[in-house]
């Protein structure tokens, strides 16, 4: 088997305002493997400032790995404990091998051409803005619309809620709350509270993560659903996931495969949620298409009970041409369509 990897740019259509900055790029890396007549294709795209493998030497930690493949290395050998996405550009790439098609991960129903029921997600902005893009994702087909909170003025944020509620009830349209730990332990409880008003499915991580007891009595006694979602970034599943839902009791877990550490990593996390009857979905982490199709295509190895949040393909303005498009909150694979993987020119 060889190995190789480029780096490829991604430009936001617009900057991309999150908890964490303005982001104006996303530089992705892509892995190539190849056996005999068969190529395989991951991507690895860490966050900044999010993923634990953010750090200084990644690339250098590619590299090494490169190395290590072309040296006949296995690649479950690899020593990626702490750069999870590397470990899950490297499971995709490997998986893909299987295939004739480098970009079939699985083969199963989504790549058939059987639909993922996804929700829309509202960037961060003004109130104003906000609402329009909500109001237009609903008019587009979403009927499960996700706003970014925390980062505004809360009573702002509240009006925001109230005046989206007052034109699409909970009949018509399901709202999901992502605070990215912006609530102090202090307010949240309240904060919680007036927010229930406005008929919320859920809220992702309402403090910043690592508060394991704060997190317990939240979830204890919340008049919201909550999801945990970075509280899972940087745990070892295998050791700590069960402890870890067993004590919190979340009501729900969200599955990020690029931040936590891959795909089989990720349904770890599922089989120690389902047997709590904890609930999950997936989220993308702003991966292009090629890091979409490969969390889609395993989403859909599982019997889907919620609106998974995989919407992010349409971010950017060099994404990879691929079968993906979202239509009417649904996101498909259109086999009439054609990948083409970028070059490394």
């Not at 018509?172 to 709350?177: A, Q």
Request: net charge negative; charged share 20%.
């Amino acid at each position: 088997m060889a190995a190789s990897y480029f780096q490829y740019e991604l430009v936001f259509k617009k900057p991309a305002q999150t908890s964490r900055g303005v982001m104006q790029n996303h530089v992705a890396y892509y892995i190539v493997l190849k056996n005999g007549n068969r190529m395989g294709y991951g991507e690895a795209a860490p966050l900044k400032g999010l993923s634990i493998d953010d750090r200084p030497d990644f690339e250098q930690k590619l590299k090494e790995c490169i190395a290590f493949i072309n040296d006949g290395l296995p690649i479950d050998a690899l020593p990626l404990k702490d750069f999870p996405s590397l470990r899950f550009a490297f499971e995709v790439a490997f998986l893909s091998l299987g295939f004739d098609n480098p970009f079939t991960v699985y083969n199963n129903s989504f790549i058939a051409g059987n639909p993922i029921h996804i929700n829309g997600l509202v960037w961060m902005n003004t109130k104003t803005e906000m609402l329009e893009e909500a109001f237009t994702k609903v008019e587009q087909g979403f009927d499960c619309i996700k706003f970014k909170v925390g980062a505004l003025d809360f009573d702002e944020e509240c009006r925001m809620l109230e005046s989206f509620r007052k034109r699409y009830s909970a009949f018509k349209v399901e709202l999901r709350l992502d605070a990215n730990g912006g609530f102090t332990t202090e307010e949240a409880d309240q904060k919680l509270k007036e927010l229930s008003r406005f008929d919320i499915h859920s809220i992702e991580q309402p403090i910043r993560a690592k508060q394991p007891y704060y997190m317990h009595e939240l979830c204890l006694k919340t008049p919201i659903p909550i999801a945990l979602d970075e509280e899972l970034i940087g745990v070892d599943v295998a050791l700590e996931g069960e402890k870890l839902l067993t004590f919190i009791r979340p009501q729900y877990i969200i599955i990020k495969p690029t931040l936590i550490g891959g795909l089989a990593v990720s349904d770890c996390w599922v089989k120690h949620a389902q047997k709590q009857n904890i609930g999950w979905w997936a989220t993308s982490a702003l991966e292009s298409n090629i890091g979409l199709n490969a969390i889609a295509q395993w989403c859909a190895n599982y019997d889907l009970k919620l609106p998974q949040g995989l919407g992010t393909g349409s971010l950017y303005t060099n994404n990879t041409p691929s079968p993906l498009i979202v239509s009417k909150g649904l996101l498909k694979y259109n086999t009439h369509l054609a990948w083409v993987f970028p070059s490394n020119a």
